[in-house]
């Protein structure tokens, strides 16, 4: 790997350049195409409820009779918790316990099957400091690709760690056909959602990955984060509010649609369908065109 020395601008246009060619990342080596699945990667903020969307998100698009595939990209592994009830091994675990013989591991060492069907996989990473988390993530995929499990999928979610925008949380945009972006109504949640559109923005210069929109997500209203979408170009695609049936179905260890019904809950439900039904059917690609950070911080505020 290498690392080059100037920063992208934001945006797509231009030829197209080697992945991290003029930015100060790790050059990543081209992953192996995911095929016929359509694929989201999921992005936010750290803490603003990526998994629990995702999860859902899994579910809504099964309860449609798609065939899903969720990919924990964090070494928590804790993505795929609610679906599978269990802290699942991580793709890391089981290369490293085969001594990294990939020929040796069958696809139910890595694959579990969670609720309504969604297949999930946790993807892991390595111990904090110690290496890239995007070597992992094209590791698990070439691993899917070998056991011909892509095949047999329609939708393909990425649960990325974080805010983070280096090269190697970045790589689950080399498969994604969209990204979508979790935001909360708050300064701090709006601040990151612009850092990660210019990260988004950068590698659609090289792949074919384009913005698909925002979900506002813990939020009783959405007026920031629609007059952000307005200025620089973003579209929201779902608003899920803070409602406490959500904190408890991460407690029960299940996703939303296996908890007791109530007007509120079936209310949530309906909205992921809507999204799932949304997504499928296919979203315009945003050119968003991100602030510079002194820009966002005068631009944001609140009464």
């Not at 992945?19 to 081209?30: N, Y």
């Not at 999921?42 to 803490?47: F, P, R, T």
């Not at 007026?223 to 406490?244: K, S």
């Not at 809507?274 to 065109?289: D, I, M, S």
Request: net charge negative; glycine share 10%.
């Amino acid at each position: 790997m290498t690392i080059m020395s100037k920063p992208p601008l934001a945006g797509g246009g231009g030829p197209r350049r080697a992945d991290g060619e003029g930015s100060v990342q790790v050059h990543m080596e081209t992953g192996p195409d995911i095929g016929t699945a359509k694929v989201f990667a999921v992005y936010g903020k750290g803490g603003i409820g990526k998994s629990t969307t995702s999860s859902n998100l899994s579910v809504a698009f099964s309860k449609l009779g798609k065939r899903v595939l969720q990919i924990g990209c964090d070494p928590k592994h804790d993505s795929t918790f609610t679906l599978t009830k269990r802290l699942v091994p991580t793709v890391i675990d089981v290369l490293e316990s085969v001594q990294f013989h990939t020929e040796e591991l069958r696809i139910e060492d890595f694959v579990y099957e969670g609720y309504n069907g969604v297949m999930c996989v946790e993807a892991g990473g390595p111990p904090a400091g110690t290496g890239c988390g995007g070597y992992v993530v094209g590791q698990t995929v070439k691993l899917l690709k070998e056991h011909h499990l892509l095949e047999d999928t329609d939708v393909v979610i990425f649960d990325v760690l974080g805010d983070v925008v280096c090269g190697g949380f970045a790589s689950p945009l080399q498969h994604a056909e969209r990204a979508l972006i979790i935001t909360a109504n708050d300064f701090d949640s709006i601040f990151a959602m612009n850092r990660i559109v210019a990260a988004i923005q950068a590698k659609a210069r090289n792949y074919d990955v384009r913005l698909g929109g925002v979900i506002a997500n813990r939020s009783a209203a959405t007026d920031e984060i629609d007059r952000f979408n307005d200025a620089i170009g973003l579209q929201r695609l779902a608003h899920f509010p803070d409602l406490d049936v959500i904190r408890r179905s991460r407690l029960k260890k299940s996703t939303l649609f296996e908890m007791d019904p109530s007007p509120e809950l079936e209310a949530v439900q309906a909205e992921y369908l809507r999204l799932a039904a949304t997504l499928w059917a296919g979203t315009e690609p945003l050119a968003a065109t991100p602030m510079k950070d002194r820009d966002i911080f005068d631009f944001l505020g609140f009464d």
